[in-house]
């Protein structure tokens, strides 16, 4: 019996140092990361709090878009009804919940929203460069786009105010909120004979939800710092 036990407790440990390993190779520079979600508390005592969702990251390996591809492995064009980044350019995956919305005056009123529809905001930051014929990253070839504030993509009519607003009325047990995306513009990526273009990393950070209401949601903002990765 004693020897069991001790093999079970090896056993153990291998297991958890695998799982470790493997956590940091998915974790690694330039690897989609896993659905992160940031709770953030209401902007007011008794107000609407949020929870965001950073997911459907996509970090193109090789990089060799084609900004008038609307289909295929190069592919940087949205075509109808399609609110997802592509293989091509890559992007993101924003959603957002909000949660008391049922407990303001104006909901209970019944009233409709004043503003249009949620937008929403956030830092981008993309690291490209050259892979060597190993599949390696070549540090030396790395540079980075960055854009502040770039405002995100409504997907399809989800950010409408008034649609969450019908959505929580028709579905009294389950909150909800606006859904966004990010599908980037191409990157012109520049490298010697012999390598490869890609985009090493994604980071997203100061990811901001805003609405100017005046009869159910209110003038708010909902924000987190971050950062996220892809």
Not at 40 to 51: E, F, K, Y
Request: proline share 8%; net charge neutral; with cysteine.
């Amino acid at each position: 019996m004693r020897e069991t036990r001790k093999t079970r407790r090896a056993l153990t440990r291998l297991t958890i140092a695998l799982l470790a390993a493997t956590g940091l190779a998915l974790s690694g520079p330039g690897t989609a990361q896993a659905t992160t979600t940031v709770d953030i508390p209401a902007p007011t005592a008794d107000g609407v709090s949020a929870t965001v969702k950073f997911y459907g990251t996509v970090v193109p390996k090789p990089y060799n878009p084609d900004p008038t591809a609307a289909f295929g492995d190069r592919k940087c064009l949205n075509t109808y009804h399609d609110y997802d980044p592509t293989p091509g350019c890559g992007g993101f995956k924003l959603g957002v919940t909000l949660h008391n919305v049922r407990n303001q005056p104006g909901y209970i009123a019944g009233l409709s929203s004043t503003d249009q529809s949620f937008k929403a905001y956030a830092d981008t930051a993309r690291t490209f460069g050259c892979l060597r014929p190993d599949g390696t990253f070549d540090h030396s070839t790395s540079f980075v786009v960055r854009t502040e504030q770039q405002e995100l993509i409504h997907n399809y009519y989800y950010p409408q105010a008034n649609w969450v607003l019908y959505e929580l009325r028709a579905n009294p047990t389950q909150d909800t909120g606006p859904l966004f995306y990010m599908n980037f513009p191409a990157v012109t990526v520049d490298c010697p004979t012999g390598m490869t273009p890609a985009q090493y990393g994604l980071k997203v950070s100061n990811v901001k939800v805003t609405i100017a209401d005046d009869n159910v949601f209110g003038h708010s903002t909902w924000s987190t710092p971050g950062p996220f990765y892809g």
